[in-house]
T-cell receptor, first 114, second 114 residues
Framework: QQQVKQSPQSLIVQKGGISIINCAYENTAFDYFPWYQQFPGKGPALLIAIRPDVSEKKEGRFTISFNKSAKQFSLHIMDSQPGDSATYFCAASAGGTSYGKLTFGQGTILTVHP | NAGVTQTPKFQVLKTGQSMTLQCAQDMNHEYMSWYRQDPGMGLRLIHYSVGAGITDQGEVPNGYNVSRSTTEDFPLRLLSAAPSQTSVYFC?????????????FGAGTRLSVL
């Protein structure tokens, strides 16, 4: 049972374009939604995160859009660069005793062509 | 400051063999977790600990044992390796007291079971 569904599995964009990755979740107890970036041979690293009390969060070229009623959230990468080529994972966690336990999406392999 | 250190980086086992994947963190984080990463599956939580002496099962705990005798260390034990346990294993740590919910991942252990 995949509680967080991520799409697309792979994405190819040209340098300067916009990359968009989407996630949908089922568990309404989730209250924290991070995105992780992973380069080959490395562990995932936190990129940006959002809580459901806001609909959008922007950090530099990276923006999370959050739709609580639809139980969906997405990552937008503006002005995509070849250095952004990596695997991106959305994730979610709940509070209380589930604090720190992440449920991940399947991952999206992003390739940015120069 | 090394962060989260995993050893070994690579390991090949024969079916039925046992081994321990080591994980150590030097950030004094209370929470530590083990995930496995498989193609198309994202990262799935194996076991979880909120402090020394306290562990809990994650989504895919079968075939794995953990213990947490110190804050710093969280080893993952495979008692009788099976080919289905071929995967990349990541250890992560976090603290609700510092930078809530940000999980710091190690570089991973790539395990092959023949």
């Amino acid at each position: 049972q995949q509680q967080v569904k991520q799409s697309p599995q792979s994405l190819i964009v040209q340098k300067g374009g916009i990359s968009i990755i989407n996630c949908a979740y089922e568990n309404t107890a989730f209250d924290y939604f991070p995105w992780y970036q992973q380069f080959p041979g490395k562990g995932p690293a936190l990129l940006i995160a959002i809580r459901p009390d806001v609909s959008e969060k922007k950090e530099g070229r990276f923006t999370i859009s959050f739709n609580k009623s639809a139980k969906q959230f997405s990552l937008h990468i503006m002005d995509s660069q070849p250095g952004d080529s990596a695997t991106y994972f959305c994730a979610a966690s709940a509070g209380g005793t589930s604090y720190g336990k992440l449920t991940f999406g399947q991952g999206t392999i992003l390739t940015v062509h120069p | 400051n090394a962060g989260v250190t995993q050893t070994p980086k690579f390991q090949v086992l024969k079916t039925g063999q046992s081994m321990t994947l080591q994980c150590a963190q030097d950030m004094n984080h209370e929470y530590m977790s083990w995930y496995r990463q498989d193609p198309g599956m994202g990262l799935r939580l194996i076991h979880y600990s909120v402090g020394a002496g306290i562990t809990d099962q994650g989504e895919v705990p079968n075939g794995y044992n953990v213990s947490r005798s110190t804050t710093e260390d969280f080893p993952l034990r495979l008692l009788s390796a099976a080919p289905s346990q071929t995967s990349v294993y990541f250890c992560a740590s976090s603290s609700p007291q510092v930078a809530k919910n940000i999980q710091y991942f190690g570089a991973g252990t790539r395990l092959s079971v023949l």
